[in-house]
T-cell receptor, first 115, second 114 residues
């Protein structure tokens, strides 16, 4: 079974600076999908960014980008120009192609933004 | 569109009681799922459905039942609540549940079992 590991329980960043959240996963598959979700204090889960494993180009969405290292099975999230509204729990998630109906989540990283 | 709605938002049960968490979506999504969120464990899949009349187990199905009689609704039943089922429950839906398909989440239900 696939597993997703987020090794940083908590991170802090100064407003306007850049922070990187780590995610590693364990799989024997060659094709799969990766996601980052944000959960602010409101508890609402929001998709931040997604990456297809067959695409070598790293996904970007405005201030959010990923560093996808397939060989290392690493999928980190970079947040540039951090804003107070970025403070949230961030979850990394994996979806198999073969077992595509199941989304596997990591334990999450709490991001605190200091003003 | 209301998106994914869940009721109730909060619930307190006594051990042994039963209840149903409601979930509905108005986006005509085929795929619906239930997760529980516990501290330090992320979200874990309980049950999912790929269409009306079709359900399957996820990672932590014990103690929970589901059914899918319509495309819109996917209720989660706790048959005999236990303190270990104290958690935050999320319902989610997507078009197919596969590939890069985005899952849309409801606002969650915080359940406490005494």
């Amino acid at each position: 079974a696939q597993t997703v590991t987020q090794s940083q329980p908590e991170m802090s960043v100064q407003e306007a600076e850049t922070v990187t959240l780590s995610c590693t996963y364990d799989t024997s598959e060659s094709d799969y999908y990766l996601f980052w979700y944000k959960q602010p204090p409101s508890r609402q889960m929001i998709l931040v960014i997604r990456q297809e494993a067959y695409k070598q180009q790293n996904a970007t969405e405005n201030r959010f980008s990923v560093n996808f290292q397939k060989a290392a099975k690493s999928f980190s999230l970079k947040i540039s120009d951090s804003q107070l509204g970025d403070a949230a729990m961030y979850f990394c998630a994996y979806r198999s192609v073969e077992y595509g109906n199941k989304l596997v989540f990591g334990a999450g990283t709490i991001l605190r933004v200091k003003s | 569109n209301a998106g994914v709605t869940q009721t109730p938002k909060f619930q307190v049960l006594k051990t042994g009681q039963s209840m149903t968490l409601q979930c509905a979506q108005d986006m005509n999504h085929e795929y619906m799922s239930w997760y529980r969120q516990d501290p330090g464990m992320g979200l874990r899949l309980i049950h999912y459905s790929v269409g009306a009349g079709i359900t399957d187990q996820g990672e932590v199905p014990n103690g929970y039942n589901v059914s899918r009689s319509t495309t819109e609704d996917f209720p989660l039943r706790l048959l005999s609540a236990a303190p270990s089922q104290t958690s935050v429950y999320f319902c989610a839906s997507s078009y197919t549940g596969r590939g890069s398909d985005e899952q849309f989440f409801g606002p969650g239900t915080r359940l406490t079992v005494l």
